[in-house]
């Protein structure tokens, strides 16, 4: 193959690796030899260099409780054109009232990657060490197979990803198995996802995707996505139990919503206080 504008300038690699220094549009030539002679054909503007364009500022929070899907930029990526992500109502939701939902157990497509590719991020516009938190849901249709759930970083426009999160197997399970459709209850344990993107912080244009890999398992739940503060100084919600009381997004900055369920609050009197990271005290409820 023949690369205008570039280096090297051919390759006979079956995939080729080619850099472009210089912004532009660059042609393409295949050539191809044999006993009876050499034949070629241009394809021409068929490679545009462009620089990436700066990502969202940090931080992001997203738990899909507006009625649009996918929402806050977030888009599908759905291969087949079968069963992928959706929004769901009907789970207890670790926070507020939506996830999203993947229904494996009746996905026979098996192997298939569904991803919900968060939008392009500025990690450099964090102060500190910026972080991907989300909670899931998960339970196997039958003990002998597992879905996989996945996190993939790219800091090259999405020519390569990093695998920075996986889980697969009893670590990745938070409800019983069973055969029939797995629902979030109150007795549900919602798993956390926290990891560092220290080593992708100098990124203005990062790209991340939560993945899901189909084994025929049952529905995987993502709620409550994070881009930003560790979860680890988030508000602690295990003030009586993971149902009564509920923050979104935690971590917060300026503005969260907290969720009381008076009916586990109603057999005494309740103090509500809230603190800062540094614990400052920053509001108090009686």
Not at 19 to 42: C, E, Q
Not at 189 to 205: F, G, P
Request: glycine residues 8%; negative net charge.
């Amino acid at each position: 193959m023949v690369f205008s504008g570039r280096n090297p300038a051919t390759s006979t690699a079956v995939n080729p690796t080619v850099t472009y220094s210089t912004v532009g549009t660059y042609n393409v030539s295949l050539v191809a030899t044999n006993i009876n002679g050499t034949d070629s054909v241009t394809f021409a503007n068929y490679i545009t260099v462009i620089i990436p364009p700066i990502g969202q500022a940090l931080p992001y929070a997203e738990g899909f409780e507006t009625s649009i899907f996918p929402p806050n930029g977030i888009t599908i990526d759905n291969p087949d054109g079968g069963i992928t992500w959706v929004r769901d109502t009907v789970a207890v939701q670790y926070g507020g009232f939506g996830s999203a939902r993947i229904n494996n157990l009746i996905n026979t497509n098996y192997g298939q990657a569904d991803a919900m590719i968060l939008p392009n991020f500025d990690l450099t516009s964090y102060t500190g060490t910026p972080y991907i938190s989300f909670r899931w849901a998960y339970a196997k249709s039958d003990v002998n197979y597992s879905d996989e759930l996945a996190v993939q970083i790219s800091t090259d426009c999405g020519v390569n990803f990093t695998q920075i999160f996986y889980r697969t197997g009893t670590a990745m399970t938070t409800g019983a198995t069973q055969t029939t459709p797995y629902i979030p209850d109150s007795n549900t344990v919602w798993k956390l996802c926290n990891v560092s993107l220290a080593s992708y912080a100098s990124s203005d244009h990062a790209i991340i995707k939560i993945i899901n890999v189909t084994d025929g398992g049952n529905s995987l739940y993502i709620d409550n996505i994070n881009i930003g503060a560790s979860a680890t100084v988030g508000v602690e919600e295990n003030l009586l139990d993971e149902n009564a009381v509920s923050v979104f997004p935690n971590p917060a900055n300026n503005q969260f919503q907290l969720t009381v369920n008076s009916n586990e609050l109603a057999t005494g009197k309740t103090e509500i206080t809230i603190y800062d990271v540094i614990g400052n005290s920053i509001h108090q409820e009686k």
